[in-house]
């Protein structure tokens, strides 16, 4: 059953009567509740009455036809023929008989503009969503990319370390090996010059006090105190008591300072 608009304006005044009454008993707070209420379905009432309106002027193409106005002939003719008892009874059946079904007439506007704008919202939904999974394609690409130079920077890494290990124990190795060969050098050396050194002492040892005396008379002092030191006692001390006084007691004295 179609509600009429007298119909909605009776109830709202029905309620607005009501919701007077009730105000006056009510708190602050339950006013302004009130108040957003009556408002809210005041504005209901409105859209709805809107929708009614709307819908009834899409489904009766023949509304349009009974609101123009009537052409003058008709005016005139409806003017001068009288009404008869039973054209009254007939346009008070009319009035009284339920009006017609209305058509099915055009869909509306509104709901194809949601669909669209729905339509329209879809798609782009689906335009972020292709878009944000691309970039997390990309991402996911990138991170593959970061891990695998990741792994080999590790190994490098890896690799300069172990090459930095053996580096250092060649180096190790080789001033090992050098500082051997060179102790083993200065051990053949020391030989060789305490094998000369011997052979020296036995030679001044066999050789006549005044002709070793001759000899160191020649020589430097450091010299001359190095072979009485490679000689025996005994034989220095005959070498020395046929040197100068003088130059004997100065290699007597060297002998000394560098006795252990």
Same mark, same amino acid.
């Given at each position: ?14 309620? %607005? ?76 059946? &009319? ?24 339509? %329209?919202?879809? *798609?782009? %939904? ?63 050396? &020391? ?37 009485? *030191? ?9 070498? %020395? ?20």
């Amino acid at each position: 059953m179609r509600t009429t608009p007298m119909a909605e304006r009776r109830t709202d005044r029905i309620i %607005l009567s009501r919701a007077s009454r009730g105000r006056r008993s009510l708190s602050p707070a339950q006013r302004r509740s009130y108040l957003w209420t009556l408002a809210g379905g005041l504005v209901g009432s409105t859209v709805l009455l809107w929708i009614m309106v709307q819908l009834g002027q899409a489904s009766d193409p023949k509304s349009k036809a009974t609101l123009t106005p009537a052409r003058p002939s008709e005016r005139s003719a409806s003017h001068a023929a009288p009404s008869s008892p039973v054209a009254e009874s007939e346009m008070d059946e &009319q009035s009284l008989a339920p009006p017609a079904p209305a058509l099915q007439g055009p869909a509306l506007d509104t709901p194809r503009e949601i669909l669209d704008m729905l339509d %329209l919202r879809k *798609r782009d %939904l689906d335009r972020r969503e292709e878009a944000i999974r691309q970039q997390e394609e990309r991402l996911m690409m990138v991170k593959a990319e970061i891990e695998q130079l990741l792994t080999k920077n590790e190994a490098l890494e890896q690799r300069l370390q172990q090459a930095r290990a053996k580096q250092d124990q060649q180096a190790a190795d080789a001033k090992a090996e050098h500082t051997k060969a060179q102790l083993e050098r200065e051990r053949r050396a &020391q030989a060789h010059k305490n094998e000369y050194q011997a052979q020296l002492a036995k030679m001044y040892e066999t050789m006549a006090p005044e002709e070793a005396a001759a000899r160191l008379e020649r020589m430097p002092d450091r010299k001359a105190v190095e072979i009485l *030191r490679l000689v025996k006692g005994k034989t220095a001390g005959a070498i %020395l008591a046929q040197i100068k006084v003088d130059r004997a007691a100065k290699l007597t004295e060297q002998l000394l300072t560098l006795a252990p």
